[in-house]
């Protein structure tokens, strides 16, 4: 810790601070600069994209799971959907297809067959399989049951889901449920995996009336973009026409999220979703596929395993509106507008506050600007939220964090302001200016902000604040960024968090100030955030630009925050003559 000499006079004492007007316009262009292109951001999001039609707004079928409720799971046995609930749904999905995939016969789901059959629709009825025997064979007696009582209505039985990626059965215990439902029903009967584990269980086509794929090419473990999406899917399913002789081949599932992370060049987006559905049943109309579209409605409960991405695969989102129109451009936001209103509010926010502290006119103009953009932004980091927060836990940290951007932008606006007043300053530091840690233009850090505290110093309160936010900011971009080492399948790339605390730096950076006085931690903080951002870039691969942006934009913070020295704190602070400087 840092201790003040006892020797020393701690009296106020009188700094003479030139006026640095030469700086005011820079600073303020800047602002404006990242206010235009906040505000560009959500006039992009909003503005509708052409995209060629598809070959009908009718599908062939639709994966259909009726818990598209915040509190509705198949993991809660006390779930149990109504048939009214399942009329409701069926009605509305008629008039987008024919036919509808379940995959499991529990939970009210049973009656399905009932409610397709009154509607005058097909089902492909799943019974789910997993590790216990017992309910696996309540799934089975079930199933063959309403296989044999709506033989009209239940076009084929599918014994089984990716069991086999999950690796909870062997395929010789699936194969003997397929046998036992293809003896007791006179309906087809398959299994359905992603394509990668037919190809490796072979056998099975032996058990199967036709052979059942999934293709999900932003799911793969090389995804695949959607520049070329379509094309692999045709491929995969020639591949395996040939490889099971001929055998007829259903695409059980394929589809494209709305919204998520990227994965590589595989973009989860409302644009990219429409754009995927119109192609494919193009190319299913040309080269005669047999598919199966995931899914009917968006699920909440699979952001829980599968992070935003799996809860955004709907064609219809959990209210039961559609994502997308059949016909025509798509938006990527058709509430865009609510971005720039944000933007107009943060303006007269912050334009107010100025005029109460009787700001000049470029401070006016500054603070103009940084208010847009942090509306703009924090309705972006909203709206990231919204599609990412799983748990109470979740929204009550990003909540805080999207609050501490805001409140490091206001402080550093105060620090500006303070700096480029000209005139006297007084400071009441407990370290003779040629010995001083940090002086009137230094943002001190954390450590020394608390050493003067107790020594009896004082602090600018804005200077505080950005001290005690940059180490908050460095801990958070630490944390994120070892996640995106080593558990990164299902995060996302905070982009609109880290924004403000950016730009607020570069700010404090183009007034004069230091950030190149900081300790250890901060130095280990932004350490970690290098190394790690250029690793899970690299991970990501450049095709990612959600990756490469986040990246470049954390390396680009921990520079900002440690002056560009990252772990060479002692530098500065171990020189006599750098702390002459910092205190001149």
Known sequence: SITPPSNIDARPRLMRVPSLSAREIPIALLAVCFAMAACAYWVGKGQPKAIAEGASDRIQCVSYAPYRKTDESPFLEETVVSEARLLEDLKLLSARTGCVRTYSVQQGLDAVPRVAQSLGMKVMLGAWLGRERVKNEEELEKAIALANQFPETVNAVI???????????????????????????????????????????????????????????????????????????????????KAFNGKDVLIGETGWPSAG?????????????????????????????????????????????????????????????????AKGPVAEDPQAHRGLVAAAAGLLLFVAAAFIARARAWQLTTAAAMGAASGAVIAAQWQYMVVWNRYWTEWTATGAYALAAVAFVLAALQAIRSRLRPGLQTATLPFPPSKAPFAARAVPSARAVLAARRSGGRVEGSLQWLSLLRLAFLFGGAAMALLLVFDARYRGFPVPLYALPLMSLLLLLLAGFETSIFDVEEAVLATLILACALVFIAMERLSNLQALVFGLQMILFAGAATGFRYWRYRLRQGRPEAADQAGA
């Open 159 to 241: 014994v089984g889901n990716e069991v086999l990626l999950r690796r909870e059965l062997p395929e010789s215990v699936i194969a003997d449920y397929l046998q036992r439902v293809r003896r007791e029903t006179k309906t087809p009967v398959t299994y359905a995996d992603v394509w990668e584990f037919w190809m490796q269980h072979r056998g099975l086509a032996d058990h199967v009336s036709f052979v059942t794929i999934h293709i999900l090419p932003y799911w793969e473990d090389h995804p695949v973009g959607i520049d070329v999406a379509i094309e692999h899917i045709v491929t995969i399913a020639e591949e395996m026409r």
């Open 261 to 325: 992370r990227s994965r590589r060049a595989a973009v989860a987006s409302r644009a990219n979703q429409a754009r995927f559905f119109r192609q494919f049943t193009r190319a299913a109309a040309e080269h005669r596929l047999r598919y199966n579209f995931i899914e009917a409605f968006d699920q909440p409960w699979k952001r829980r395993m599968e992070g935003a991405m799996g809860g955004q695969w709907g064609l219809f989102d959990s209210a039961g509106e559609a994502k997308f129109p």
